[in-house]
């Protein structure tokens, strides 16, 4: 059985991140809310996608590579970060983008234009249409000498998600010294990674810990998670067995990925007013909106200890109205 330990990793995040209880919330909700600020994980303006390239690019470094593709929408947070992450390393960024949404340069487009990262707009709806221009891409690079690494979109293969076990084993060490134990964990679901990670977390250093991820996206998660959780195990050399209850999901897209909804707007507000916290109308606003859902649905044991992940998305922030 291998470690986390026995992965290379490059310390690129400023971790661990704070865990912290949302106390205005808590006594609204009578419930003992925590969150865990990956907001702050401090490259650019921080976000999940941090945690995962601290392995990507360590693989793309060990690999040789000087060039580092990855892909998403226009608005793409995990881009942007790899664009932040790969100038921090002396490696170039190519960002080969769907030419969807908002591409004008305004939120995460402003900030690529500002790293000086090179962006790419493919004209499609399809990943496997971006894929085969990445391909092409790498062709062309090696050619003339480079050695270039491709990440798929939001790093979400296991080495990424390599990132979000290492983060539950951070979660139940804090709450450890903090002196209460995590019932549930709450994160948001977009390309798998993040939740894939935690969950595995989860199974490895704390099995009773439930955790729950809101999607927002249409994907079917339920298959996607479980499958990116066994292979990330069978990255550690564990076989795993899979309960229903290991994967848990709740969608609430609204109309659709990346487009700001009514509830997920409530919730950003909810958690400006009550907090002073920022979510994001395309990630966290809905994610929190979802956890807030089930709230109501009674999802939640009475004095159950619930750690909500802020997974970042300030740079899209800015490129959106919110009505
Ligand atoms: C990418 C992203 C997510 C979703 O994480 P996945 O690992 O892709 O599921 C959540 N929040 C923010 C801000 C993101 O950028």
Redesign the pocket.
């Known amino acids: 059985m291998k470690q986390l330990a026995d992965f290379p990793r490059i310390p690129l995040g400023i971790l661990p991140t704070p865990l912290y209880k949302l106390e205005n919330i808590s006594h609204i909700y009578g419930k003992n809310i925590y969150i865990k600020r990956d907001d702050l994980t401090g490259v650019a303006l921080g976000?999940?996608?941090v945690r995962k390239l601290e392995f990507l690019l360590a693989d793309a470094k060990e690999k040789g590579a000087d060039t580092v593709l990855t892909t998403g929408g226009a608005q793409s947070?995990?881009a942007m970060l790899t664009a932040a992450c790969a100038n921090r390393l002396g490696m170039k960024a190519i960002l080969v983008l769907k030419k969807r949404g908002i591409w004008e340069r305004k939120g995460n487009q402003l900030l690529n234009a500002i790293l000086g990262a090179d962006v790419r707009f493919v004209d499609t709806d399809r990943y496997e249409n971006v894929y085969a221009e990445m391909a092409v891409i790498m062709e062309g690079l090696e050619k003339e000498g480079h050695r270039a690494y491709s990440i798929p979109v939001?790093g979400?293969v296991p080495l990424g998600s390599l990132g979000y076990v290492r983060c539950a084993k951070e979660i139940f060490e804090q709450a450890e010294g903090m002196g209460f134990s995590v019932n549930h964990i709450l994160c948001?679901?977009?390309?798998?990674?993040?939740?894939a990670g935690m969950a595995l977390g989860a199974k490895l250093f704390s099995p009773e810990t439930v955790v729950t991820g809101v999607a927002v996206d249409d994907d079917p998660f339920e298959e996607i998670v479980p499958r990116l959780m066994r292979e990330t195990a069978a990255l550690l050399e564990r076989t795993l067995f899979l309960a229903d209850s290991d994967v848990n999901l709740k969608y609430m897209v609204g109309s659709g990925y990346a487009i700001p909804s009514p509830e997920g707007n409530a919730a950003i507000r909810l958690m400006a007013k009550e907090e002073g916290l920022i979510l994001?109308p395309v990630?966290?606003g809905k994610a929190f909106a979802g956890f807030l859902a089930l709230l109501q649905e009674g999802y939640f044991e009475e004095d159950a200890n619930i750690v909500f992940l802020h997974?970042?998305?300030a740079g899209g922030l800015f490129a959106m109205d919110m009505a």
């Open positions: 976000g999940n996608k947070n995990h939001g979400s948001c679901t977009g390309s798998g990674g993040t939740h994001d990630y966290t997974s970042g998305g």
